[in-house]
Each structure stands twice: as structure tokens, then as C-alpha cells.
């Protein structure tokens, strides 16, 4: 706060993601459509595009995430070329040249069909660092384990038989224990918003009523804890909050 890096508009378009990182690191990075990544230093010093060079066909809104526990490590969602529908990670983004850093992880591929993209991704920061949930387009859903290290780290499929076909829209990972963790589904008339305890290995629907015919999308989630776990719903409709959702806690 104070800073006018903080109160300027660097770049028009499209914006879609964006991620602040720690205050000693002074960085910011953005994105505008199709995954165009950018950082933003509080000199105001830019550098230009680092999406990886060999992406294809990468969603308008394309995400990515810095690692909370090593801020030189950001995921981003591959596009759907036949070689790199998946996780690639940059392995230095602090550096003046981000764009020679990216190595794309193998294990993380998908063959899920034409068109099926990486749409959504988590990461944890304590209780199991380095772990990067993701999820797609279709309804599928990946964990990586150690995803800081090598290009084929272990990638667990912990797609649940109950989840729609659908857009995964938002992951996010309990700050304090790595298998907590919530998503949603953007699409309507379906089980939105899912809890898991267990790393995946067991989903809970937990959309209460906002999974009624005329529930609003769920666009985004976030859990938070301060004294007390808290639970957000970003949707069409305005913010939403619960504080036990998998104890069957109203949505508010």
C-alpha cells in the first residue's frame, strides 16, 4: 500500500488471472486472454510473454499459480495440442528470463478427448508442500505429489464417479493441511461445490442449496482461516460464505 505499483493499470485486454507474490519477491504476475503471462516488478520493470513456447490452443481463461511455499515455482494449464495437454512449471520465474525456465511434466498428460483442457488448478502450502491439484474442462481431476521435482512426478487420478461432465472452475487448497480441498463445477443444474478431507481419495457434495435448479454458477472458491476456517463462493450472483460446509453448513 503506498506504492503507485499498486495503483496503476499496467496492460489493457482481457484480464483473466493474476497472482501477488510474497512482499519481499515485489512481483506480480498477470494474464491477459489465452494464457498470456506477464510479471510486473515494483520498479516497474515488465517482462514480456513467457508462455511456454510449445502450448497450443490454450483456454481464454488459462490458469496458473504461483507455489505459496516457493514462490520461484508457478504451474500453468497446457493448451490442447496432442503433446502438451497439461501441467507445465516454470523453475525460475524470479528470473529476468522466464520464458527459458519451463519444463513441461510428462505424467501430468492428458488424453481425455479433443478439446479437454487444464481449467483449474490449487496448490498446497503446509502438511505436504509442493502437492498441485488440477482440474479440466471435462470434469476430470489430478494430483501431482512433489510436482517441484523432475518432469515426472506422481500425477493421482481422483476423479470422483460422482462429479458432472462438466467445467471445473476453481480449486483451492487449506492453507494449513494439504487434503482439504474444495472445487466447483461453473455449470448449471448440477452438484457445484465438492470437499475433500482425504487428498481426493473421497469427495463430499457440499452445495447444499445452491444446487437447486436455479442455483447460481460457481465461479470461483477460496477457504481461509483465520481463527476458524472460512469458506468463499465467488458465483453469478454475489459472494457466498460457510463455515463447515462439510458438516452440512448453510451457504450464506
Partial sequence: ?????????????????????????????YATQNGRIRSWQRDMNFIELFTPG???????????????????YLYYG?????????????????????????????????????????SAIGISTTNNANVVYYGTSNGQVRRIDNANTGTTPTVTNITSGSFPAGYVSSISVDNTNSANVMLTFSNYNVNRVWYTTNSGTSWTNVGATLNVANGPSIRSCAIVRTDVLMYFLGTSTGLYYCTAPELGGTWT
Fill in 1 to 29: 500500500v503506498g506504492y503507485p505499483f499498486w495503483q496503476t493499470s499496467p496492460e489493457g485486454g482481457d484480464g483473466t488471472f493474476a497472482v501477488v507474490a510474497p512482499v519481499a519477491d515485489y512481483t506480480m504476475y
Fill in 78 to 118: 497446457g493448451g490442447s495440442s496432442s503433446t502438451t495437454t497439461g501441467i507445465w512449471r516454470n523453475n525460475n520465474v524470479k528470473t529476468f528470463s522466464p520464458s527459458s525456465t519451463w519444463s513441461y511434466l510428462t505424467s501430468a498428460q492428458l488424453n481425455l478427448g479433443a478439446g479437454n483442457r487444464v
Fill in 54 to 72: 510449445a502450448n497450443l490452443n490454450q483456454l481464454f481463461i488459462n490458469p496458473f499459480d504461483l507455489d505459496p511455499t516457493d514462490s520461484r
